[in-house]
């Protein structure tokens, strides 16, 4: 039994002496089994999320292909804006591939954001590109209200496009058919007196 320990304060000297390398040989079996139980619980959260990241481009790529492959009535142009779609969601696949490894970088303290300034509505706009068609085939709208104003950020583009994409993901296969999705992107001012970009999505799916 790993947790019960032996008395270091009875008996002679030599049986003093088994009982404290008794002790040492169980508290390092604990240790051993909490990092081991540490270690489980990090590879779970890391496959959850590489399972959840890879499947929101997945989900676009899939849906479009469909799409492609069943309807014989689209327009040129519909077609070129569907494979421009997934040309551009194969791309994120692997990028997403290529960072795998951030899990490690956090760990050696070697992680490195690739700082920017750039217009959120247009990471935005991108973002509910890429799921407009797919939606439509599930009977869904989404409207956008970004505003006319440049909402200009300092932050990791492909990053942020990977938060924006991952929620606008989540309210198109959570909703049901004839749902609205709303997504809408404001400057705020917080408490602190902060200029703030605030990016809202709303829908009438089930919920987190």
Do not use: C
């Amino acid at each position: 039994e790993s947790s019960a320990r032996a008395d270091e304060a009875v008996g002679p000297a030599e049986i003093r002496a088994v009982s404290r390398a008794v002790n040492e040989l169980a508290y390092q079996q604990e240790t051993a089994h909490e990092w081991v139980k540490q270690f489980n619980l990090s590879k779970t959260n890391f496959l959850n999320t590489v399972n959840h990241e890879l499947r929101t481009p997945l989900t676009s790529i899939t849906g479009y292909s469909e799409l492609l492959g069943e309807d014989s009535h689209l327009s040129n142009i519909e077609r070129s804006r569907m494979a421009t779609v997934i040309n551009r969601n194969a791309f994120r696949l692997n990028d997403l591939i290529d960072n795998m490894l951030t899990v490690l970088r956090i760990d050696s303290m070697e992680v490195r954001f690739k700082m920017t300034t750039f217009d959120i509505r247009d990471v935005i706009k991108e973002s509910v590109e890429s799921f407009q068609t797919l939606a439509e085939s599930r009977e869904l709208t989404i409207d956008s209200d970004l505003g006319d104003v440049p909402l200009m950020i300092w932050a990791d583009e492909n990053e942020i496009l990977r938060v924006v994409a991952n929620i606008i993901s989540n309210a198109v296969k959570f909703s049901n058919p004839g749902g609205q999705i709303q997504v809408s992107a404001r400057p705020v001012t917080s408490a602190s007196g902060k200029r703030e970009v605030s990016f809202i999505v709303k829908d009438t799916g089930i919920g987190v």
